[in-house]
Every structure is written in C-alpha cells, then in structure tokens.
C-alpha cells in the first residue's frame, strides 16, 4: 500500500460452501458447488469486487476421521474438494487483482517440487501467490502417504523450518547446494524467478513449536482466537518472537478469522443465524460432537441435560474446556451443544449490523488483537456477498480498508516490502528429530 495510514488486510477464505456446518442446506448456496468450477470463479470476483488482498483455500489431502462411523458422511459438505493450487491456477486467469493462497503441507511435499509449482502460480498470475504452510494433523492424511502415525510436533515443526528456508534459496534463482536434517538437494529452480521474488507464507497455530515456526518463517499469520483478551495475547506472543530473528513486528501481519451473520438490523441478523441452526440436522451435530472429541451421545435424549461422560481417550482442548463450562453454567442440552459446536465460532464471531461487525473489527485493529482478517463466511457466496456490500463500505468510510487496489502483486496488497527480501536462516534440528 502507498498509503501511510495503517489499513485493514483482509482474506476471503473460500474453501468448501461456507464455515457453517449446515452451509449446503441454505437455499442460496449450491450444494454441489465444492465440485463446481463456477462457484469458486464467482467467489473469486466477489473478493476481487471487494478488494480483498487475497482468497485462500485451506486444504487437508484426506477425507479425514475415517475410524470413526458415528459421523454423517452424507451430510457433510467438505467430504469433497478440489486439489488448492491447481484450482487458483484456473482462478489466476479469470481475476486480475486479488491474491491466491493455496494450502499445501511441508510434512508431505517436497521443497522443489512445491517451489517449482508455486512460482509457476506467481509467474501465471502476475505475482499473486501465497502459500499457506501446515504440518498436518490428521492420521488419515498421514496414511495417505504410507505412514502409520504422525510424526510428534518438534518433527514436524522442525521439517516445515527447513522446507521454507529450502523454497526461500530456490526462490532466489541461483544454485542451492543444501544438505540438513530432512531435505538434501543440489541445483536450481528451472524457471525464473517469480514475480514476486518471495511468495508470502501464511501459518497458524497455537503451540509453542507453530507460534516458533511463525515468527521464523511466515509473512501472515491466521488466526484463531475467540475473543479479544486471547487474541491480544497471542498477537503479542508472536510477535515478541520475530527481534530473534532479525525482523520487526511489522513484518508480520496478524489475521484472525472472523464469521459474521450480517443484517440490516440486530434482529435480522439474528434470524439469519437461528435459521442456520435450525438446519442443523441431529445426526450430523452428533457426529460433529465426536469429531470435536466430545464423547458420543448418540442413544441419549437431546432435548435433556448433557449427560456426564468420560472423554473419548481422555483428550480435551481448550475449546472443550470453555464448551463444558458453558454446558455446566447453562444447564445446556444435547442438542443445543451441538448447535454451540455446529454454529462454527471457533473463531470470532459476531451476529449484528454492518455497523456492529465493523466496531469489533476495528477493536481488534487499533488495539493490538490483529492487522487484519480472514473472513470466513457461514455460507458461501450469500454471507461473502453481505460481508461486501454492506461491512466494506464502512470499513472505507472510516478510512480502515482500501478503495482500490494500490499495487499489482499479493505483496503489495498486504505490504510486504524488498527489506523482506533477505536469506532465512536454516535450523538447528530439533531434539530427536
């Protein structure tokens, strides 16, 4: 940006039909749409119509929870998607402005191959691409890729360290000549370098090795903190992390996510969440409770008290903890447990007027809680088409948000500048890695 004044950065996240769990029900949203070209083109130009800095696919490469059978497979609408980077390769040549985050594990790709394949995404798009760095969670994937468990965190972590500086020394175009503690490789990427010389990398997180992993190697951080104080918290964490490694703070963009109901008034934005959540059908909340690690209540009345049950393998999350409680102060039901975990407030979320969702984003914007969001709506394309024309006019009006785009390349959408443009540090390996 050329402006002086610091401005919001904001990503549409566009991955499966919405971040509400019963998102295909929803008359506005095509229930095919994971599968449809068409859907994802007019959610692209929607973001670009919006002037976001970019639109990002999170991805996992499995269809996950396969062991367990309590889930209602066919009434999930992320069972099925298409691979990230080769659908924002499609998108690059029907947009022209807003950048393309694609998904792509360090666990299970190589660095030549996943730098050859995301500059090929910069040079196509005219220096649009970002990467959105994970580890992997999931022991489906891990099977997809013939291992029997995950490898432990400080693996993991201590790999996706390597794998970024690996992709920073082939992005350079010149000869590598690396030899470390996961990748070894002599030569150099058979392409020029892109447009961008340094495709930004996004990464999330909360444990000690991913807030580590961010401060080394990301330019963006998603998010996901529920409230204010939390988001406060983890922002400086971060944050205090990066003087270690030669940077500073603004060298690192904060973006939470946050899904906002939106309405003309209270009351109407009120209704739009009640009707989602009535199209909540119980089998799916069930199963949707298991895969939270909730125990399953499957047999138990719905409409009575959450019954107390031991933890399936005694896993709990801070989420479950502030669910529990809730559950506890509330006297909730079965039901109404799995509308709290089906309505998808991982993250922030609001219900209100344009107004309303504009006062919190802002909150969070001055007062050290984020540098921007990810804008996850609860259906797609509706949600992201209110969130455009009624929530950006306002961040505009109050000269938080751009009105149109000041430079060509992701980078300069989220303000990463040529300073940024140095050698990232190799790792030492982690401890028994």
Known sequence: MSSTKRQLSLGLSIANLGYHYAAWRHPGVPAD????????????????????????????SAVRDLDRPAIARDMEHQIVKHEPTALLAALAAVTRHVGLVPTASATYNEPYNLTRTLCTLDHISGGRAGWNMVTGF???????????????????????????????GLEDGGTLDHAGPHFRLRGSLDMAPG?????????AGTSDNAEELAARSADVVYGGQPTIETARAYYASV???????????????MMPGIMAFIGRTKQEAQDKFDRMQELIEPRLGLGLLTVSSFPDYTGYDLDGPVPELPMPGGRKSEFIDIALDKVRRENLSIRQLYELVSGGFWH????GTPTMVADVMEEWFTTGAADGFNIQPPCIPVDAEDFVELVVPELQRRGLFRTRYEGNTLSDHLGLHQTQQRAMPLPMPAAGA
């Open 33 to 60: 749409g994971n599968m449809d070209f068409r859907h994802f083109v007019h959610c692209a130009k929607l973001a670009e119509r919006g002037l976001f800095d970019l639109i990002f696919l999170a991805d996992s």
């Open 138 to 168: 999931s022991i489906d994937e891990a099977r997809n890729f013939g291992l029997d468990k995950l490898h432990d965190s400080d693996t993991r972590h201590a790999r996706a360290a390597e794998f970024a500086a690996v992709l920073r």
């Open 195 to 203: 447009p961008q010389r340094r495709i930004p990398i996004f990464t």
């Open 239 to 253: 944050k205090g992390r990066l003087a270690k490694y030669g940077r500073s703070p603004d060298e690192l963009k």
């Open 348 to 351: 922030l979320g609001v219900v």
